[in-house]
C-alpha cells in the first residue's frame, strides 16, 4: 500500500485554517502533505487563493511532514528563476522534506498579467525549459540563460539546501507523462489512474515516486455531502481541456449547470462509508501509486480527520501489513 497524505486545498481555505488542517493531519496519522498553488479560486464559492509560499512558511513550523506543492505552474504568472528561489527555501526551512510539484497551468491563475495563453504543446515546451533554469539555480551556481521563452542573466541562489529540491511534474494525458518521466524526478496525477502510471514508468520513469490525488467528502449525511461537493467543486467533473483554458471564476460558475448532483453522487466519494472510503484509495495501491493524497471538500474537517484516524486509516494500515 502507498504512503496516505493530505490534500490541502488554498482554493477553499485561507491561511489559518490551512495550517491548522496540516496539525490535524498530522495527528491523524497522515504522512504527507499537498498543498495547491493558485491565483484564483475556481468559483466564488470556494472562496480564498493565499500565496502559497507564505503559507508553506507557516506549514514548515506548524508541521513535521513532508510538503509538497501540487501543483505550481513556472511558466507564465511566476518566472521559473523566482519559483526556484522559492523552492529552495521551503526546502531550507523544512530541512529538506520539500518537493517541488511543477505542471503546465490553467489560465485560470496564469493569465492575469494580460500575457497570451499558449497552447498545450507550448506550454509544455515552457514547462521542459523552466525546469532546465530551476535545476540549474539549486546547484547555488550563477546561471545566464537565453533560451526560447525565457532569459536568465547573472541569477545565483545563495540559499539553497544540501541536496537539490526533487521535482515532480503533472500529467493528464500521455504528452505530459512523456515529459514527466523524461525530466522529472515523480509524476503526479488526479485520480487511480493505472495506465498512464504504467506509460509514466515504461517511458522512463522507473522506480520514480508516483503521487495521485483525490478530492472526496465525509459527513454523516450523505445526500449533504453531495450537496457540498456540487456546490464547492463541481468543475473538477468538467469535461476536456476547459479546466486549462478558461480565465476566470464566473466563466467555471457558468458551467455549473452541465454538473448535476447525480454525476457528483456517481463519481464521488461522499458520506460515512468505511468500505467506500478505503476502496477509493486502495484503487490507487492496485494501480501503482507510492503516495495517496486526500482533499476533504467543506468545512467540517475536524470530523473528516476524526473519522480517518479511527476508521480508514488502520484499516488502510492493516492491509498493507
Known amino acids: ?13 485561507g491561511p489559518a485554517d490551512l495550517i491548522e488542517q496540516a496539525r490535524m493531519a498530522e495527528q491523524a496519522g497522515f504522512e504527507c502533505l499537498w498543498i495547491s ?12 487563493s493565499p500565496f502559497v509560499w507564505s503559507v508553506i ?12 506543492t501540487a501543483v ?7 518566472h521559473p528563476a523566482v519559483v526556484a528561489q522559492a523552492a529552495a527555501t521551503s526546502a531550507v526551512m523544512t530541512g529538506g522534506r520539500f518537493r517541488l510539484g511543477l505542471g503546465s497551468g490553467e489560465a485560470l491563475n496564469e493569465h492575469i498579467l494580460g500575457t497570451h495563453w499558449p497552447p498545450a504543446n507550448v506550454r509544455l515546451e515552457m514547462l521542459e525549459e523552466a525546469i532546465q533554469i530551476i535545476r540549474r539555480l539549486f546547484t547555488g551556481e550563477e546561471v545566464t540563460h537565453h533560451g526560447v521563452h525565457y ?19 503533472s500529467a493528464f494525458g500521455p504528452s505530459a507523462a512523456g515529459l514527466a518521466a523524461r525530466v522529472g524526478d ?5 485520480g ?11 517511458g522512463g520513469g522507473g522506480g520514480n515516486l508516483v503521487s495521485g490525488g483525490t478530492k472526496l467528502c465525509w459527513g454523516q449525511d450523505r445526500e449533504a455531502a453531495v450537496r457540498t461537493v456540487h456546490r464547492l467543486w463541481s468543475n473538477q467533473l468538467l469535461p476536456g481541456e476547459m479546466g486549462q483554458v478558461l480565465p476566470t471564476p464566473r466563466h467555471f460558475e457558468q458551467l455549473e449547470p452541465l454538473v448535476t448532483e447525480q454525476m457528483v453522487a456517481e463519481n464521488t466519494v461522499c458520506g460515512d462509508d468505511v468500505d467506500e472510503h478505503v476502496a477509493a484509495l486502495s484503487a490507487f495501491a492496485d494501480a501503482g501509486f507510492d503516495r495517496v493524497y486526500v482533499s476533504q471538500i467543506g468545512p467540517d474537517q475536524r470530523g473528516f480527520f ?10 488502510l494500515q492493516q492491509g498493507n501489513r
Not at 505550481?72 to 511566476?78: E, F, K, M, Y
Not at 476524526?306 to 484499516?315: A, E, G, I
Request: with cysteine; glycine share 6%; proline share 10%.
Open 37 to 48: 498553488d493558485h491565483y484564483h479560486p475556481w468559483n466564488d464559492a470556494q472562496g480564498h
Open 151 to 169: 532569459t536568465v542573466e547573472n541569477a545565483r541562489l545563495y540559499t539553497v539546501p544540501d541536496e537539490p529540491v526533487p521535482i515532480d511534474v
Open 306 to 315: 476524526d473519522f480517518y484516524r479511527t476508521k480508514v486509516l488502520p484499516q
Open 192 to 202: 487511480p489512474n493505472e495506465e498512464l502510471v504504467a506509460q509514466y514508468r515504461k
Open 186 to 190: 515523480g509524476f503526479i496525477t488526479m
Open 72 to 78: 505550481t505552474c513556472p511558466t507564465v504568472r511566476i
Open 1 to 13: 500500500m502507498p504512503e496516505f497524505g493530505c490534500f490541502l486545498a488554498t482554493e477553499e481555505f
Open 57 to 68: 512558511g507557516g506549514l514548515s513550523e506548524a508541521v513535521s511532514l513532508p510538503i509538497e
